[in-house]
């Protein structure tokens, strides 16, 4: 769940973009009304990579609420607003044994359809790896900021994770922000 991810990252500050959650179509669609664009919506279940909708304007945001609550992506119990961060996403991969964990490797994929990244998001055109970004200055921020406050809140809730963890980042002016 996204919004599970957007509470913990609130609880455990966590570096991510502003968020509000709603629950139905109305009050959605009258939040559209203020908001300065562009804004990220975001389908709360799994949508196989494209229930993100990069929306410049209200009636790209109509769009998309009506899209996520009609079902494109199953039943839609909430809906994730997000500040839109400008930046370069980049993605940090880790496994863990529930009490230790060790780096798996970063990527950077290619969501847009078209050249220059514009155009839709496809959830995936292609990958490369390692991202372009990585440094051990940025690993160090990702390990501190996201990586070990996660674990950490997984923790706290019951849970130790045991397995491979996948962070979307995305990385505004040298800084990471789990999205």
Do not use: W
Request: with cysteine; glycine share 10%; hydrophobic share 35%.
């Amino acid at each position: 769940s996204k919004i599970f991810t957007k509470k913990l990252c609130k609880q455990y500050k966590i570096p991510t973009a502003n968020f509000d959650i709603f629950e139905n179509k109305n009050d959605a669609k009258k939040y559209l009304i203020n908001l300065n664009f562009p804004i990220v919506i975001k389908a709360d279940n799994l949508a196989s990579g494209k229930g993100v909708y990069i929306c410049n304007s209200e009636n790209e945001g109509v769009i998309a609420i009506n899209e996520i609550f009609d079902g494109k992506f199953g039943a839609a119990k909430n809906i994730l607003f997000e500040e839109f961060l400008e930046g370069e996403e980049m993605s940090y991969f880790i496994i863990s044994d529930g009490k230790t964990f060790k780096y798996f490797g970063s990527a950077q994929d290619h969501k847009r359809v078209g050249e220059g990244d514009k155009g839709k998001n496809t959830g995936g055109m292609g990958a490369y790896s390692p991202s372009r970004l990585f440094n051990k200055e940025l690993e160090q921020k990702i390990l501190e900021k996201i990586i070990k406050p996660t674990l950490k809140g997984m923790n706290d809730l019951g849970t130790k994770y045991k397995g491979f963890l996948y962070a979307g980042l995305m990385i505004v002016k040298d800084e990471p922000f789990l999205i």
